[in-house]
């Protein structure tokens, strides 16, 4: 079955779909991005990940590029086309096509809006669940600014690279006192010896995650208290559990960092009692 994009009011084939070679977010990665879950049909947090998308434009200074509602209708529709129903949908918006010139282009140029939706590798997702991943650390080298979802991401690319040629699958990025920030795609939590759940506070320096927010929700339905607080590399490398979260995993536990063992070196139970929960606690939005 062929794949369809939606480019700028039109339902393209994927392999034929493209933007402008002047569009902003190809030249000066002017843009910003979301990226949400599709599980059993239904579109997991909707309403969280547009609402962030709403804060990422504005941090930018950047226009809807349709109504709320109608983008909602695109998504939908680019969900169908493509019969995903255990997947994701990527939606990414730049501030449009012009002269390449720093400035902003002129009031009213249209901004750029693509959707995309594809379906997971459920195997290798069930696999990373029951085996666990491997993180390194990567020291913090990107700007201030990682609150907005932005598609500004070489140093995240340069991290993941890194990680993969080293064997593990997500990068860890450490701040200039050694407190653990967060994943290049992901947030990182722990779980300390009391069992409690710990991840940085997002108001500086990591990117407010939407799976982390409705891990907050699903934290107390498990009755799990979490502390939002800074932690070290120390602290992470002695915890009972790791794990990182994200739209396209939901939790993974990370059972090795740096090639040192965390824990037992297995996947902890606090990790799967979230992940089996999320799906009931979440919001979900039918296809
Ligand atoms: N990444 N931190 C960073 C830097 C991220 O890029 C992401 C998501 C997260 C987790 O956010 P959420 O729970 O809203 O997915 C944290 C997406 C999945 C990506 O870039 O593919």
């Given at each position: ?54 804060r990422?434009?504005a941090e930018l ?16 529709q ?104 967060e ?49 070290t ?20 536990p ?13 996947p ?20």
């Open positions: 079955m062929s794949r369809i994009a939606y480019v700028n009011g039109a339902y393209v084939q994927h392999s034929e779909a493209g933007v402008h070679i002047e569009d902003r977010g190809f030249q000066f990665a002017d843009g910003v991005y979301e990226v949400c879950e599709v599980r059993h049909g239904l579109i997991v947090d909707l309403t969280r990940h547009l609402d962030r998308l709403d990422s434009l200074r950047m226009h809807w590029p349709m109504a709320r509602a109608a983008l909602v209708v695109v998504i939908r680019v969900l169908r086309r493509n019969r995903v129903k255990n997947g994701l949908f990527y939606l990414q918006v730049t501030r449009g096509a012009a002269r390449r010139d720093h400035v902003f282009p002129a009031e009213g140029t249209p901004s750029t809006i693509v959707v995309t939706a594809k379906r997971t590798d459920a195997g290798l997702i069930a696999r990373k669940n029951s085996h666990g991943i491997k993180a390194i650390t990567v020291p913090e080298n990107r700007w201030d600014r990682v609150d907005i979802k932005s598609v500004g991401l070489l140093s995240n690319v340069m991290a993941r690279q890194k990680a993969k040629e080293e064997g593990a699958q997500e990068a860890i990025y450490l701040d200039a006192d050694g407190m653990v920030k994943g290049a795609a992901t947030n990182v939590w722990i779980v300390d010896a009391d069992g409690n759940l710990r991840t940085r506070p997002a108001e500086h320096g990591i990117l407010r995650g939407i799976t982390r927010t409705t891990l907050m929700d699903v934290s107390k339905h498990l009755g799990l208290t979490i502390e939002e607080r800074p932690f590399l120390d602290e992470m490398m002695t915890a009972r559990e790791v794990f990182i979260t994200a739209a396209t995993s939901i939790c993974f990370v059972v090795a960092i740096d090639g040192k063992t965390i824990a037992n070196g297995h902890g139970s606090v990790s799967q009692n979230i992940r089996e929960a999320f799906f009931d606690i979440a919001e979900k939005t039918a296809i």
